[in-house]
């Protein structure tokens, strides 16, 4: 199945706060979302991926389903794939 067969909206804000995770699950239970979507950077100290704070948190304590992604190692050489 493709991404053709579903309709997603995709929504975003904005917000300031003192810890990024609560914040986003936060908004996630405020705005009854279906999923969270979390980038994570290419880290592999000791040969092994690292997570931040923020996808931690969120893995622990969102409401909803919870998406990760990685970038590229080439992608992460360049910016972590942002353009």
Same mark, same amino acid.
């Given at each position: ?20 995770? +609560? &914040? ?6 405020? *705005?009854? %979302? ?6 994570? =950077? ?18 622990? +304590? &969102? ?6 992604? *990685?970038? %590229? ?6 910016? =972590?794939?942002?353009?």
């Amino acid at each position: 199945m493709g991404a053709g067969h579903h309709t997603v909206a995709l929504d975003g804000a904005m917000c300031q706060a003192r810890q990024a995770g +609560h &914040a986003v699950v936060d908004e996630a239970i405020e *705005r009854n %979302t279906d999923a969270i979507v979390v980038g994570v =950077g290419y880290e592999r100290p000791y040969g092994r991926f690292r997570l931040g704070r923020l996808p931690q948190y969120v893995l622990a +304590h &969102a409401p909803c389903e919870v998406w990760l992604f *990685r970038y %590229t190692p080439d992608q992460a050489a360049d910016g =972590g794939g942002v353009a």
